[in-house]
T-cell receptor, first 113, second 114 residues
Framework: DQQVKQNSPSLSVQEGRISILNCDYTNSMFDYFLWYKKYPAEGPTFLISISSIKDKNEDGRFTVFLNKSAKHLSLHIVPSQPGDSAVYFC????????????FGTGTRLKVLA | DGGITQSPKYLFRKEGQNVTLSCEQNLNHDAMYWYRQDPGQGLRLIYYSQIVNDFQKGDIAEGYSVSREKKESFPLTVTSAQKNPTAFYLC?????????????FGQGTRLTVV
């Protein structure tokens, strides 16, 4: 049973436009959500996170929105740049009990110049 | 220079052999994790450890073993019982502290069965 889902395996966006990556989860016990960026044959790098008690967190070009009632979060990248082309993973963390990160399957973003 | 180091970067294993992947961190992190990535799939949790001398199975622990004898080290052994070991393996670590959420990843080890 997949607790964290990214239903779009790929996304193409023109340079300068907005990229919106989506993530859904099923477990209400998650209290943090994170986004990671990954290039081939490298480890993921942390981008931005959000606590379950907030609905928005912003860091430069990256903004994460959380809709708890829908169990949905999204990452907005504005403006998109060619260097943003990578695979983006959504992750969920429960800090009570197991303290483990559950990842989605990833979305491959391609920013077209 | 603090970080998390995985070695080797590439590893080849013959059928029936056990191999051990190294993961070392000098960040004084509490928890450590092993994930596996297959083409087109996400990161699946193999094992994790919150404290020294203790670890828990993740979603795909069969055919793998780990140890946590030191806080900074969390080696993963891929045994001959793992039927499809060819994959990209990632180690991660983090502080278990209130409000701290980011897990740091190593650069990964690509294991190929030949």
């Amino acid at each position: 049973d997949q607790q964290v889902k990214q239903n779009s395996p790929s996304l193409s966006v023109q340079e300068g436009r907005i990229s919106i990556l989506n993530c859904d989860y099923t477990n209400s016990m998650f209290d943090y959500f994170l986004w990671y960026k990954k290039y081939p044959a490298e480890g993921p790098t942390f981008l931005i996170s959000i606590s379950s008690i907030k609905d928005k967190n912003e860091d430069g070009r990256f903004t994460v929105f959380l809709n708890k009632s829908a169990k949905h979060l999204s990452l907005h990248i504005v403006p998109s740049q060619p260097g943003d082309s990578a695979v983006y993973f959504c992750a969920a963390l429960s800090t009570s009990g197991t303290y483990k990160y559950i990842f989605g399957t990833g979305t491959r973003l391609k920013v077209l110049a | 220079d603090g970080g998390i180091t995985q070695s080797p970067k590439y590893l080849f294993r013959k059928e029936g052999q056990n191999v051990t992947l190294s993961c070392e961190q000098n960040l004084n992190h509490d928890a450590m994790y092993w994930y596996r990535q297959d083409p087109g799939q996400g990161l699946r949790l193999i094992y994790y450890s919150q404290i020294v001398n203790d670890f828990q199975k993740g979603d795909i622990a069969e055919g793998y073993s780990v140890s946590r004898e030191k806080k900074e080290s969390f080696p993963l052994t891929v045994t001959s019982a793992q039927k499809n070991p060819t994959a990209f393996y990632l180690c991660a670590s983090t502080f278990m502290a209130q409000g701290y959420t980011e897990a740091f990843f190593g650069q990964g080890t690509r294991l190929t069965v030949v």
